[in-house]
Structures are given as C-alpha cells and as structure tokens.
C-alpha cells in the first residue's frame, strides 16, 4: 500500500513535466478516440446507431444518440468535451469549463489559461504526497523490520523458558514426593493427637455425667435417707415416660426399676432412663455442691451494673427503646440465661484441642516446609506456562502480510468526544465510557481481519460486546488508514450498536 502511493505521485510528476506534443484531430477528441474521428472517411456514432459524412462531426447540431459526433460543441444534451488542458491534466468535462479555455473557441469571451498555474498547485500537492509516502514507507519498513526482530526474539525466549519448564517440572515432582513423605509421618501423629484427646473427652463426659447424677440423687433424695423413693420422684412430671400430661405412681415405680426405691448406687442403673428428661429446680444440673462453689468461685456472675460497666459507662435506661417483648422475662428467666452463657463458655473452652506435643509439632513444622516449597514451585510452574501461552498466542497472530501490526499489541488508544471515552486496544477489545461518570460498556473483543479479499488487512472486526436491550450484542468495525502517527480520528454509529472507529 505506501508503495503504490509513492509511486503513483512520481509518474504523474513525470507526466507533467513532459514537453507537451499536439496530435492533429477535432476539438474535444481525446488520444484514445483519434482513430474513430478521420476526415477522409464518413463518421460512425461510437454507439453504431448512425453514420454521417465527417462533414457534420461539430458542425453544432447533434446526429448521434451518444453524442459522439459532438465531441466539441455543447449540441449534444449529453455530450461531453475532452479538454487537453496542456500544462495541467487532461480531462472530461459535461461540454464546458476547460482550464485551457478550449471549450470557449466560439463564444468571443476572453477567458484566462488557468493550467499552468493549476498544474503548479497539482504538482506541489503530488509532491507533498510523495514525501508523506515516503515517510510512511520508510516508517512501514522500520516496523517489519521491528516485528522481524520481535518475533526471533519470542522464539529464542519461547525455546528457553520451554525448556527451563522442563527443569521446573521436574522439581515440582521431586517436590511433591519430598512433601508427601513428609505429610505421612505428620498425619499419623496429629491423628494419635487427636484420638488421645477424643478418648480424654469421653473420660470427662463420663466424669460429668456421673457427677451429674450423683448431684440429680442428691436432689431427688428430699428426706437425705440416701433412696430416692417414688414419691420424690413423682414431683418431676417432666419424667412422664409416656408423655400424656400425668405422671403416675406405676410411671414413676417403672423409672425405678420396679421398685418403690433406689439407693445411689442402684441409681446409677437407671440414670439412663431419666438424665434426657430431667430438669433440675435450680435451672442447671450442678454435678456436685462442692464443683458448684468451685465454678461459681472461678465463674462470678453479678447482677450489678457497676461491676459490668465501671464508672461512668454505665448505660442509662431509655423507656423509649425499650423492647416490649421484655416485660415478659422474669428475673428467673435472665438468671437462667447468664447461667446458660457461663455454662456455654465453660463447655467451649473445655473442648478446645489442647496443642501438640513437640514431637507432633515439629512433624508439622517440616510438614508445612515442604508444603510451601512445593506450593512456590508450583505456582512458578503455573506462571511459566501461562507465559508459554502468551508467547505461542503472539507468535501465531496474524499481525498481517509482513506483520507490520504487531506494535499494536498490547497498546491501547483513547478518543475523547464530547460525550464518551472510546478506547481502543487492538487485538484486544474496544469499550467506551460516558465522559461524566457512568459504567465502561464493552463494544465488542477481537474477532478477525474484514477486509476486502484484496485488502483484507485493512479492517478489523471485534465481535460479542455487551448485548443491546432487547437487541443483539454490540460490534465494532475499526477501518485502518496511513498516516504518520497511530491515533484513533474518529467515530460514527451507522446503525443503533455497531461502531465504526477510524484508526
């Protein structure tokens, strides 16, 4: 393309400079057409339709339906006059307006040859052409020349991280082998670890439950006799084992293992059938008096403002936010939950795991070395081949006929209208933004070269933007012209969605 436009301006510089050489023929005939029009011969219509003598050619009357027997007169409607304009460029005009003043040879006005001068504008013009050519040609050159260079060097780069890849590889799994040998013998130890504290769980539930019930006996064993008799039992109707709102003598003797009454250690037979549904009178199942103090020792609770809040941040009542559901709650009802809480925390942090011992530490500790090892590795793997996609991806673009494209790779190229921001990064995408404030809409990612079959280079399409309301996603055509320096000149909205910027 810039050396057809550096060729063209020199032939008609060329052409222009050529001492002009008269040809004898009628007035308003070009070169081309001479062998049509001889004088000695009678004239046929260039059309066929008539033949006169050569006599009527210009005589300004019209005989032809093509007007060709009128090639200098303005008889014909629809004729046309050859001006020679010698000094400037020869053309066709609708019978009239010749630079040369040709088309003037019978009107007696006195016009002024204008093509010498004309032909001055036109041949400072082609050469100012020429030169922009030039520079474009020399600039075209330079960056397939670039792009030449360019692309060796992602081939000697794609070769050398491929093969650093291979090394990588191979440390990954030397790596993973390191690491999972040293999970095994990390495993095996947190998993004694934690059967060792499931079994001191269980040997705690136990104790608790067993206090638990040694406090139930001592609660139901009203007379302190040491039995619990199916009287003392009967004031828990909670213990209805058949849940039909009465508690009988038969349900409570039932409980007790078919007896009237049970001693503590004939109890412990049949905890199991009451321990789910019994509910303590005190609003928690103490396991003993004496563990009760101790907890309560360790565990105060206070009703009193001045001990939650010190000072001066005690929070004042407000009747106004006060929440009605409130009125409801007695004071039983919060001692039960301040109790419930404590209770909660307490079971919280009995069943934390307690921490490893050094050994099982220290198998976690290398454990978790040769984790991180392999994690980095791994993750500098996954880079290496991201990067070995990018260069394949660059290496095979169609960056067109001597790649002289490919420094729009990754640039990106703003044009500023007095509504949006429309940016364009080739081979990329094309979005635009309102200028004052709003989201970035996508109009479209590349796609491929739309070009005519004998430019096809010279437009791009980017294709599945963000879709129209109610109608199909956008597109955007970009048209590519020459020039000195890469900017986005314009845009336009032939139809509702798809753009048309001009790069």
């Known amino acids: 393309m810039a050396v057809a436009c550096l060729l063209f301006p020199l032939l008609l510089l060329l052409c222009g400079a050529a001492s002009p050489v008269e040809v004898q023929r009628p007035r308003g005939v070009p070169l081309s057409k001479r062998q049509f029009y001889e004088e000695d011969k009678p004239f046929t219509c260039l059309d066929g339709s008539l033949t006169v003598p050569f006599d009527r050619v210009n005589d300004d009357y019209c005989d032809c339906q093509d007007g060709s027997d009128e090639p200098g007169t303005a008889a014909c409607p629809n004729g046309s006059f050859h001006c020679t304009n010698a000094g400037f460029r020869p053309t066709f005009i609708p019978s009239s307006h010749c630079c040369d003043t040709t088309d003037e040879y019978n009107s007696g006005a006195a016009c002024q040859n204008t093509c010498r001068e004309l032909g001055r504008k036109e041949i400072e013009s082609l050469q100012k052409m020429a030169e922009i050519a030039k520079e474009g040609f020399l600039l075209k050159q330079q960056l397939i020349h670039e792009a030449k260079n360019g692309l060796e060097e992602k081939k000697t780069k794609l070769a050398e991280v491929q093969s650093n890849r291979k090394d990588l590889e191979e440390k990954v799994d030397a790596l993973r082998t390191v ?91 049949i905890w199991n059938n009451i321990k789910e549904k019994f509910h303590s009178e005190s609003h928690t199942d103490t396991p003993a008096t004496g563990e009760a103090s101790q907890e309560e020792a360790k565990e105060p609770t206070s009703d009193n403002d001045a001990e939650l809040y010190p000072d001066d941040d005690i929070p004042e009542d407000d009747d106004d936010e006060e929440d009605p559901d409130d009125e409801d709650l007695d004071d039983g009802d919060y001692k039960g939950s301040d109790t419930l809480q404590v209770h909660d925390k307490k079971e919280d942090e009995e069943e934390a795991m307690p921490p490893y011992d050094q050994e099982t530490q220290s198998l976690i500790d290398a454990a978790q070395k ?50 949006y921001i429309y940016k364009l990064c ?24 739309a070009g005519p079959e004998d430019n096809v280079y010279s437009v791009m399409k980017y294709e599945h933007g963000t879709g129209c309301w109610q109608g199909p996603n956008r597109s955007t055509t970009v048209k590519l012209t020459c020039g000195k320096e890469t900017v986005v000149t314009s845009t336009s909205e032939p139809s509702r969605y798809p753009q048309q910027p001009l790069l």
């Open 179 to 269: 690491k999972e040998k040293a999970e095994q013998p990390e495993n095996e130890a947190k998993e004694r670890h934690l059967k060792a504290w499931e079994d001191q769980k269980a040997v705690i539930r136990m104790e608790k439950d067993k206090a638990r019930m040694s406090g139930v006996f001592l609660e139901l064993d009203k007379d302190g006799d040491g039995f619990v008799t199916v009287d003392e039992l009967l004031t828990h109707s909670e213990l209805d084992s058949d849940g039909d709102g009465t508690f009988t003598e038969a349900e409570a003797q039932g409980l007790l293992g078919g007896v009237n009454k049970v001693d503590a250690a004939s109890f412990e037979s």
């Open 370 to 419: 040769s984790r991180d090892e392999f994690n980095e590795a791994e993750k500098a793997l996954r880079e290496l081949d991201d990067q070995i996609r990018n260069l394949e991806k660059e290496i095979s673009f169609d960056f067109g006929a001597s790649a002289e494209f490919a420094y729009l790779y990754s640039q990106c190229y703003e044009l500023h209208t007095g509504e």
């Open 426 to 449: 080739p081979f990329n995408r094309v979005s635009q933004k309102p200028k004052y404030g709003g989201s970035e809409t996508n109009l479209g990612t590349w796609g491929k070269w």
